[in-house]
Protein backbone atom coordinates (compact mmCIF):
# COMPACT_ATOMS: atom_id res chain seq x y z
CA UNK A 1 0.00 0.00 0.00
CA UNK A 2 1.44 3.14 -0.85
CA UNK A 3 0.34 6.77 1.32
CA UNK A 4 0.54 10.31 0.02
CA UNK A 5 0.84 12.90 1.75
CA UNK A 6 0.03 17.22 0.94
CA UNK A 7 1.36 19.76 2.95
CA UNK A 8 1.65 23.62 2.28
CA UNK A 9 -1.97 24.77 1.94
CA UNK A 10 -3.28 28.13 3.25
CA UNK A 11 -4.51 31.48 3.37
CA UNK A 12 -3.03 33.87 1.18
CA UNK A 13 -3.45 37.52 -0.32
CA UNK A 14 -3.41 38.05 -4.48
CA UNK A 15 -0.15 38.30 -5.46
CA UNK A 16 1.39 35.77 -2.83
CA UNK A 17 3.14 32.23 -3.33
CA UNK A 18 2.54 29.21 -1.73
CA UNK A 19 4.59 25.69 -1.97
CA UNK A 20 2.74 22.62 -2.10
CA UNK A 21 4.49 19.51 -1.48
CA UNK A 22 3.12 15.91 -1.90
CA UNK A 23 5.63 12.60 -0.36
CA UNK A 24 4.61 9.14 -1.28
CA UNK A 25 5.57 6.31 0.94
CA UNK A 26 4.55 2.52 1.37
CA UNK A 27 5.59 -0.07 -1.40
CA UNK A 28 7.27 1.46 -3.71
CA UNK A 29 9.84 0.85 -6.26
CA UNK A 30 9.70 3.52 -8.68
CA UNK A 31 7.51 6.41 -9.56
CA UNK A 32 6.27 7.14 -13.23
CA UNK A 33 4.29 10.35 -13.90
CA UNK A 34 3.35 12.97 -11.01
CA UNK A 35 0.80 15.40 -10.92
CA UNK A 36 -1.23 18.19 -9.36
CA UNK A 37 -4.90 18.93 -9.56
CA UNK A 38 -7.17 21.14 -8.32
CA UNK A 39 -11.15 21.55 -7.55
CA UNK A 40 -13.10 24.29 -6.71
CA UNK A 41 -16.63 24.08 -5.08
CA UNK A 42 -19.23 22.89 -7.87
CA UNK A 43 -16.63 22.30 -10.13
CA UNK A 44 -14.79 19.09 -11.97
CA UNK A 45 -11.31 18.47 -10.54
CA UNK A 46 -8.88 19.75 -13.37
CA UNK A 47 -5.34 19.17 -13.81
CA UNK A 48 -2.83 21.75 -13.14
CA UNK A 49 0.42 20.07 -13.93
CA UNK A 50 2.34 17.11 -14.25
CA UNK A 51 5.79 15.91 -14.78
CA UNK A 52 7.30 12.74 -15.92
CA UNK A 53 10.02 10.41 -14.43
CA UNK A 54 12.47 12.15 -16.79
CA UNK A 55 11.43 15.56 -15.69
CA UNK A 56 9.06 16.82 -18.66
CA UNK A 57 6.63 18.94 -17.04
CA UNK A 58 3.08 19.98 -18.72
CA UNK A 59 0.65 22.77 -17.08
CA UNK A 60 -2.65 24.06 -17.41
CA UNK A 61 -2.82 27.26 -19.91
CA UNK A 62 -4.44 28.84 -16.62
CA UNK A 63 -0.84 28.71 -14.30
CA UNK A 64 1.57 29.02 -16.99
CA UNK A 65 3.97 31.46 -16.14
CA UNK A 66 2.68 31.16 -12.44
CA UNK A 67 3.22 27.86 -11.08
CA UNK A 68 6.33 25.42 -11.15
CA UNK A 69 6.29 21.66 -10.94
CA UNK A 70 9.43 19.81 -9.57
CA UNK A 71 9.92 16.61 -8.58
CA UNK A 72 12.87 14.82 -5.97
CA UNK A 73 12.99 11.14 -6.74
CA UNK A 74 15.06 10.24 -4.09
CA UNK A 75 12.45 11.56 -1.46
CA UNK A 76 9.61 10.03 -4.10
CA UNK A 77 7.96 13.69 -3.64
CA UNK A 78 6.57 15.89 -6.27
CA UNK A 79 6.35 20.37 -5.38
CA UNK A 80 4.01 22.77 -6.74
CA UNK A 81 5.44 26.99 -6.55
CA UNK A 82 2.74 28.73 -6.76
CA UNK A 83 3.41 32.64 -7.72
CA UNK A 84 1.15 35.33 -8.48
CA UNK A 85 -1.97 33.90 -6.79
CA UNK A 86 -5.18 34.43 -7.79
CA UNK A 87 -8.35 34.43 -6.17
CA UNK A 88 -9.67 32.19 -9.11
CA UNK A 89 -6.76 29.90 -8.20
CA UNK A 90 -8.83 28.97 -4.99
CA UNK A 91 -9.42 25.29 -4.52
CA UNK A 92 -8.42 22.43 -3.03
CA UNK A 93 -4.82 20.76 -4.54
CA UNK A 94 -4.35 16.56 -4.75
CA UNK A 95 -1.47 15.71 -5.74
CA UNK A 96 -1.31 12.03 -7.67
CA UNK A 97 1.59 9.63 -8.78
CA UNK A 98 1.76 6.44 -11.14
CA UNK A 99 3.68 4.09 -9.11
CA UNK A 100 5.23 1.16 -9.55
CA UNK A 101 5.14 -1.74 -7.31
CA UNK A 102 8.09 -4.32 -6.89
CA UNK A 103 5.50 -6.99 -8.68
CA UNK A 104 6.05 -4.17 -11.68
CA UNK A 105 2.87 -2.90 -11.61
CA UNK A 106 1.47 0.33 -11.73
CA UNK A 107 -0.94 1.73 -9.69
CA UNK A 108 -2.51 5.34 -9.49
CA UNK A 109 -2.84 7.02 -6.25
CA UNK A 110 -4.46 10.15 -5.03
CA UNK A 111 -2.96 12.45 -1.85
CA UNK A 112 -5.50 13.63 0.67
CA UNK A 113 -5.97 17.27 -0.56
CA UNK A 114 -4.92 20.51 0.71
CA UNK A 115 -7.37 23.66 0.85
CA UNK A 116 -5.69 26.76 -1.03
CA UNK A 117 -7.14 29.99 -0.49
CA UNK A 118 -6.58 33.39 -1.84
CA UNK A 119 -8.14 36.17 -1.01
CA UNK A 120 -8.55 39.28 -3.15
Known amino acids: QVQLVESGGGLVQAGGSLRLSCAAS????????MGWYRQAPGKQRELVAS???????NYADFVKGRFTISRDNAKNMVYLQMNSLKPEDTAVYYC??????????????WGQGTQVTVSS
Open 96 to 109: KMLVVSITSKVYQY
Open 51 to 57: ISSEGST
Open 26 to 33: GSIFSINA
